[in-house]
């Protein structure tokens, strides 16, 4: 089932959960809504991951934040680090794919990628 995230929450969710995959979503957005159903049916089939949602209208902060400029936009935390981000309604087996393979993801090899390209940015400027 998935929870509402709100900025009071957020960090903390992050931070005390391997895997949080989050829908950003609003009310009004068609789209949103019919992506909802596969959402929640897909998170009812991880008990270790959390699924969340956070309504774009009602923590615009956030939105901002993750500078979401469509919706729905639907990103995945892994160990804190942002493996996965992506505008546009996903049909089930996309998400399950999904799922899946932020799962696989080395998470040592993804700290290392993201150092080698912190110090090829600093060499950049400097």
């Known amino acids: 089932m998935a929870i509402e995230l ?15 995959i989050v829908d950003f979503w609003a009310p009004w957005c068609g789209p949103c809504k019919s992506f909802a159903p596969v959402f929640e049916a897909e998170s009812e089939k991880h008990d ?4 969340a949602k956070i309504n774009t209208e ?5 939105a901002a934040q993750f500078q979401v400029r469509s919706i729905p936009t639907l ?11 992506q505008p546009g309604a996903l049909p089930p087996s996309g998400l399950s794919e999904i799922v899946a393979k932020s799962r696989e993801l080395d998470m040592d090899e993804v700290r290392k990628q993201i150092a080698e390209q912190q110090t090829g940015a600093d060499s950049a400027q400097a």
């Open 6 to 20: 709100t900025a009071e929450n957020f960090n903390e969710t992050i931070q005390n959960n391997d895997i949080v």
């Open 48 to 51: 270790d991951i959390v699924f």
């Open 58 to 62: 009602e923590e615009q902060q956030l």
């Open 75 to 85: 990103m995945i935390f892994k160990e804190q680090i942002i493996v996965f981000s």
